[in-house]
C-alpha cells in the first residue's frame, strides 16, 4: 500500500516561515507529479505549487515569490517552502502524488493534511 506522510504545519506569525514535507511511501515505481493543495474554511481546495516530472513547477499566483516547491526523488519526498506567510495562507495543506505503481497500477494519492495557522 502506498502512503503519503506529512510533516511541518504549525503556527506562524505574519511574515514567518514553515517547510512542509511530504514523503511518499510504499510500492511505488514512479512518482508522475506531486504537489501541494490548500484549503480554507469556505473556500474550494486550490492548488498552490505542483512539479511534474524533475523541473516544471506551476505556482498559484498567490504565493509565487514567496513560496518553494521541490523534489527529492531518491527518498520520493517533495518539499514546500513557504516564506513571508501572510494570514491568507491559513487553511490545511494537503500532498497530493500521481503515481504509478511497481503493478502497474495509477495512483492519485493524497495526504491528510496539515494545518498552517498564519497569525496577524
Known amino acids: 500500500q502506498v502512503q503519503l506522510v506529512e510533516s511541518g504545519g504549525g503556527l506562524v506569525q505574519a511574515g514567518g516561515s514553515l517547510r512542509l514535507s511530504c514523503a511518499a511511501t510504499g510500492n511505488i515505481f514512479r512518482v508522475n507529479a506531486m504537489g501541494w493543495y490548500r484549503q480554507a474554511p469556505g473556500k474550494q481546495r486550490e492548488l498552490v505549487a505542483r512539479v511534474i516530472g524533475n523541473s516544471n513547477t506551476n505556482y498559484a499566483d498567490s504565493v509565487k515569490g514567496r513560496f518553494t516547491i521541490s523534489r527529492d526523488n531518491a527518498k520520493n519526498t517533495m518539499y514546500l517552502q513557504m516564506n513571508s506567510l501572510q494570514p491568507e495562507d491559513t487553511a490545511v495543506y494537503y500532498c497530493?502524488?500521481?503515481?504509478?505503481?511497481?503493478?502497474?497500477?495509477?495512483?492519485?494519492?493524497w495526504g491528510q493534511g496539515t494545518q498552517v495557522t498564519v497569525s496577524s
Open positions: 497530493n502524488a500521481d503515481l504509478l505503481l511497481r503493478t502497474l497500477e495509477r495512483r492519485d494519492e
